[in-house]
T-cell receptor
Framework: GDSVTQMEGPVTLSEEAFLTINCTYT??????LFWYVQYPGEGLQLLLK?????DKGSNKGFEATYRKETTSFHLEKGSVQVSDSAVYFC?????????FGAGTRLTVKP | EAGVAQSPRYKIIEKRQSVAFWCNPI?????LYWYQQILGQGPKLLIQ????????DSQLPKDRFSAERLKGVDSTLKIQPAKLEDSAVYLC?????????????FGPGTRLTVL
């Protein structure tokens, strides 16, 4: 069945460092891909999405490009802030339901 | 716009006891999901409702879990009896009907600890 594999954490970076969180997927057909973020004590929030190959999702300085050839949707940010500290989930939606990765905890230190 | 509301936020029970969680969706959202998020894992879908009908409950452990959405608005998820491995955060998410990529909005979750 459909599945998502993302980079294990935790990831600890200094403020203004470059961030990459890897995500690869397995799916039949052409899924939509998502990144969700979960701040401490809050529910998941949609960060960005892409619905077809070569689409780039972007929001709040984060970007991810839907790469069909490598079945990947890596999350990147050029300069992280302390406020970006959270757990990030890669997810896909195939024919119906959502499948989530295990999450990557990011801690950004000042 | 008010978000998805869930209660309680935290619950501690002993194994073999019963527990119920409540979800109030965003107004007008016809689709409602319950997810189980075990510590260190991503959310796993338990059940999906479209209005008051069940769309998918294939991953719901029906011997102990039940859910309902009688009037197509609020929903409750019940566990009876609870086991230690049910300790998790239970997330409710809702979205508008129509379109394959409408965003799901998540509630803050209920953290269940089974002792």
């Amino acid at each position: 069945g459909d599945s998502v594999t993302q980079m294990e954490g935790p990831v600890t970076l200094s403020e203004e460092a470059f961030l990459t969180i890897n995500c690869t997927y397995t799916a039949t057909g052409y899924p939509s891909l998502f990144w969700y973020v979960q701040y401490p004590g809050e529910g998941l929030q949609l960060l960005l999405k892409a619905t077809k190959a070569d689409d780039k999702g972007s929001n709040k300085g984060f970007e991810a490009t839907y790469r069909k050839e490598t079945t990947s949707f890596h999350l990147e940010k050029g300069s992280v802030q302390v406020s970006d500290s959270a757990v990030y989930f890669c997810a896909l939606r195939g024919n119906n339901d959502m499948r989530f990765g295990a999450g990557t905890r990011l801690t950004v230190k000042p | 716009e008010a978000g998805v509301a869930q209660s309680p936020r935290y619950k501690i029970i002993e194994k073999r006891q019963s527990v119920a969680f409540w979800c109030n969706p965003i107004s007008g959202h016809a689709t409602l999901y319950w997810y189980q998020q075990i510590l260190g894992q991503g959310p796993k879908l338990l059940i999906q409702f479209q209005n008051n009908g069940v769309v998918d409950d294939s991953q719901l452990p029906k011997d102990r879990f039940s859910a309902e959405r009688l009037k197509g608005v609020d929903s409750t998820l019940k566990i009876q009896p609870a086991k230690l491995e049910d300790s998790a955060v239970y997330l409710c998410a809702t979205k508008q009907s129509g379109g394959l990529i409408n965003e799901q909005f998540f509630g803050p979750g209920t953290r269940l600890t089974v002792l």
